[in-house]
């Protein structure tokens, strides 16, 4: 992948995120006589922090649509080695998000208010059938088990935090089609999840659309709990309709 050349790339750029040296820990040190070896579980720790970094920064725009990135700057400042850096930009790469650029690194894929439509109808399709399966068989209780979800939503959008409100935005949905004991739909809905929150052109979601999404997942909740199921449908696919998304 890349040979050391990225950095005489004009337009590779020697990022790293804000709290990298936090999130990813330093290698310990080679001691005299004694030769580092990292066991093979810290190395995939390691991977999987530089991993959540780069999405944080994908969903915060800290990582810009078209842009490219150096791994091996990336790798230096995170200190560790490049190997899971690239492990998590092969990961990011299968995943829709960035695409490899040969010798220099990684160039953050720009997505198109069409892509975001689609994503929203395919999620459609796919959640809301599932909610309205769901709402006549389960007790009022378990859909409140759910509430924290919900709270830790509107928190992180009342603070405009966007990977915060990302990250409860999943975990919300992720929990709601768990409930249908569907794994693979479970997993289907929240990759394309996922992809919603990365920017499109680098326009970003404002605060006031964060607690609109938030206060949905309320409003949702509280109408299941009351069985009124057509208004649980409603608030459903008024949360996934193409319209919204299509930015």
């Known amino acids: 992948m890349e040979q050391g050349t990225a950095e005489r790339e004009p337009r590779a750029r020697a990022w790293a995120p804000a709290h990298a040296g936090s999130a990813v820990p330093q290698q310990p040190g080679r001691r005299s006589g004694v030769p580092r ?35 091996p700057v990336l790798a230096e400042r995170y200190g560790v080695s490049a190997t899971p850096v690239r492990e998590a930009m092969q990961q990011l790469a299968g995943e829709g998000a960035v695409e490899v650029v040969p010798n220099r690194g990684f160039r953050v894929c720009e997505r198109s208010s069409r892509d975001l439509a689609e994503l929203a109808e395919v999620r459609a399709m796919l959640e809301v059938p599932a909610v309205i399966r769901l709402a006549g ?111």
């Open 37 to 71: 070896k990292a066991p093979r579980p810290q190395r995939y720790s390691v991977r999987g922090q530089v991993l959540a970094a780069l999405r944080e920064a994908l969903v915060g725009g800290e990582l810009a649509p078209g842009e490219v990135y150096s791994a």
């Open 137 to 247: 068989t389960l007790e009022p209780e378990r859909w409140e088990e759910l509430r924290p979800l919900a709270e830790a939503g509107v928190s992180a959008a009342a603070h405009g935090d966007r990977a915060g409100y990302a990250e409860a935005d999943r975990a919300f949905h992720r929990a709601l089609i768990s409930l249908t004991g569907n794994h693979r739909l479970a997993q289907v809905t929240d990759d394309l999840l996922r992809a919603t929150h990365w920017p499109a052109g680098g326009a970003r979601l404002r605060r006031a659309e964060l607690l609109a999404g938030a206060d949905e997942h309320m409003a949702l909740l509280d109408a299941l709990i009351a069985q009124e199921y057509a208004v649980a449908e409603r608030i459903a696919r008024e949360h996934l309709s193409v319209a919204r998304h299509a930015r």
